[in-house]
């Protein structure tokens, strides 16, 4: 079973989940008969990306209330990883939805709902990562970067429901509890991708999470030499 | 929009993500590589350092 959750396996069941699942986009799912038409073969990444760069806020936003009940720095360190690699999903998301847009509204950008409070997201967990960077005490910047963790996940349920509540934007509803308004197929390869884009996730906090066990093994070393 | 056009969109997005996550590896191996390297001298350097260690030059 540990094997089962080991980095390389993880990495390896997300090749394996993101190759079928593009593969079966652009095979097996027709070309959308609305306006964005083969632009929208963009949406089996784009969609899972942008999923996956909100549960790692979600994540974060755990860890945070995590470490401000038992004051443990390893859940500090969790959700340090998953904003940087929230952060890392969310330039993806940013730009190939640029892409898209300029293909099927031709516009590089537009101030709705979804694309600004995603904007809003990114610009919040910077602040997250400059004001980490300002403090110098471990303790002191872990319960600070705590609570702007918690307060900067507020806009993540608002972006994520803000083409519900405001559904005059540009942006279409993906994920919804009825019916999803795309085909079977698409469907299918659309969550094959997010299977896919989850797994990546995991094996990049399990593979941060290392980086940062030696760079505290470092610090650790460095220390006993100072003093 | 032609089929054409399009693709060109869909490969410019597909080879973004390609692009960052190739990046990110690339800069992740080489942190993973000094933080080991930092490690392995800092190792050597407390070992030389404790009384009974390996001698000084």
């Known amino acids: 079973m540990k094997k089962l959750i080991s980095a390389p396996s993880l990495f390896m069941g997300a090749?394996?989940?993101?190759?079928?699942?593009?593969?079966?986009?652009f095979w097996w799912a027709p070309v959308d008969a609305s306006s964005m038409g083969f632009s929208q073969k963009i949406f089996y990444y784009h969609a899972p990306i942008a999923e996956t760069a909100l549960v790692a806020f979600g994540i974060?936003?755990?860890?945070?209330?995590?470490?401000?009940?038992?004051?443990?720095?390893?859940?500090?360190?969790?959700?340090?990883?998953?904003?940087?690699?929230?952060?890392?999903?969310?330039?993806?998301?940013?730009?190939?939805?640029?892409?898209?847009?300029?293909?099927s509204w031709d516009t590089w950008w537009a101030w709705e709902p979804r694309l600004t409070t995603f904007l809003l997201v990114c610009f919040l967990y910077i602040a997250y990562w400059v004001l980490r960077s300002v403090?110098?005490?471990?303790?002191?910047?872990?319960?600070?970067a705590a609570v702007f963790a918690i307060i900067a996940f507020i806009d993540?349920?608002?972006?994520?429901?803000?083409?519900?509540f405001l559904p005059e934007g540009l942006?279409?509803?993906?994920?919804?509890?009825?019916?999803t308004g795309m085909e079977g197929s698409m469907f299918a390869s659309f969550f094959i991708s997010m299977i896919?884009?989850?797994?990546?996730?995991?094996?990049?906090?399990?593979?941060?999470?290392?980086?940062?066990?030696?760079?505290?093994?470092?610090?650790?070393?460095?220390?006993k030499i100072g003093g | 929009m032609s089929i054409e056009e399009a693709a060109r969109f869909v490969a410019a997005a597909y080879a973004v993500i390609l692009a960052v996550l190739?990046?990110?590896?690339?800069?992740?191996?080489?942190?993973?590589?000094?933080?080991?390297?930092?490690?392995?001298l800092l190792e050597q350097e407390v070992e030389r350092r404790q009384p009974g260690g390996a001698s000084e030059g």
């Open chain 1, 15 to 25: 090749g394996v989940f993101l190759v079928v699942g593009l593969l079966l986009g």
């Open chain 1, 60 to 103: 974060s936003f755990v860890a945070a209330i995590l470490y401000l009940r038992s004051q443990d720095l390893k859940w500090d360190r969790l959700g340090f990883v998953c904003v940087r690699l929230g952060l890392l999903f969310s330039v993806m998301v940013m730009i190939t939805g640029m892409i898209w847009g300029k293909a």
């Open chain 1, 135 to 144: 403090v110098e005490e471990e303790q002191r910047r872990a319960t600070y």
């Open chain 1, 156 to 164: 993540v349920p608002i972006t994520f429901f803000a083409t519900r």
């Open chain 1, 171 to 179: 942006h279409p509803v993906v994920i919804t509890t009825g019916d």
């Open chain 1, 196 to 223: 896919g884009m989850t797994l990546l996730l995991v094996a990049l906090i399990r593979s941060e999470l290392v980086v940062e066990s030696l760079k505290d093994r470092v610090a650790d070393l460095k220390h």
């Open chain 2, 22 to 40: 190739i990046l990110y590896f690339i800069i992740t191996a080489r942190r993973v590589n000094v933080l080991k390297r930092d490690m392995e």
